[in-house]
């Protein structure tokens, strides 16, 4: 049971350039999101996923493509880079359990990429 | 304004005293997570709380929904607490994917 798997954990991309952030998780989560973090800002949202083949746009989703054809992989693509796009970016799963009032639910976080567009 | 609001941004502790890093929100939420990131980054999942009270370890979260208001508390803080504290809410009717963060609260506990 490796979690959420996200890779690369470094890119350096040239302005104008294309890549795919893979994200994958093991656990049978329904719910997936990519989320970026840049200094001073609290994490925002880019992209998420209720299921396979279900995506919806977050907080800040231009320049920015996904898709969900599988439940343990929700790739997040680049489509012309700009230097905008430099940040930190983290991949995000989750799960509802029973449990307490209203049930419960539980957060797992890949290990982040650090992506620099020059 | 920000929907989610943490205080304090910075926090210096000795080891061994009580800690409290809150976080204020203003929409209505189904959940309220608090995270823990680590210098080196990754981020993990401490508590999910609806309503109440939980306790893990040297760890509580409290939340008063009423208030639009949660606490984390750490006792008996050590060293190795060192690290960025972060609250993210997901909102009434939002999808489990779909969460708001607060900037989070950087927290350096000295020997």
């Known amino acids: 049971n490796a979690g959420v798997t996200q890779t690369p954990k470094f890119q350096v991309l040239k302005t104008g350039q294309s890549m795919t952030l893979q994200c994958a998780q093991d656990?049978?989560?329904?719910?997936m999101s990519w989320y970026r973090q840049d200094p001073g800002m609290g994490l925002r949202l880019i992209h998420y996923s209720v299921g396979a083949g279900i995506t919806d746009q977050g907080e800040v989703p231009n320049g920015y493509n996904v898709s969900r054809s599988t439940t343990e992989d929700f790739p997040l693509r680049l489509l012309s880079a700009a230097p905008s796009q430099t940040s930190v970016y983290f991949c995000a799963s989750s799960y509802s359990y029973p449990g307490g009032a209203g049930g419960s639910e539980k957060l797992f976080f890949g290990s982040g990429t650090q992506l620099s567009v020059l | 304004k920000n929907e989610v609001e943490q205080s304090p941004q910075n926090l210096t502790a000795q080891e061994g005293e009580f800690i409290t890093i809150n976080c204020s929100y203003s929409?209505?939420?189904?959940?309220l997570h608090w995270l823990q990131q680590h210098p080196g980054g990754g981020i993990v999942s401490l508590f999910m709380?609806?309503?109440g009270k939980k306790k893990h370890g040297r760890l509580i979260a409290t939340i008063n929904i009423q208030e639009k208001h949660s606490s984390l508390h750490i006792t008996a803080s050590h060293p190795r607490d060192s690290a960025v504290y972060i609250c993210?809410?997901?909102?009434?009717?939002?999808?489990?994917?779909?969460?708001?963060f607060g900037k989070g609260t950087k927290l350096s506990v000295k020997p």
């Open positions: 929409v209505g939420i189904s959940a």
């Open positions: 656990m049978n989560h329904e719910y």
């Open positions: 993210a809410v997901r909102s009434y009717g939002g999808s489990q994917g779909n969460l708001i």
């Open positions: 709380l609806s309503s």
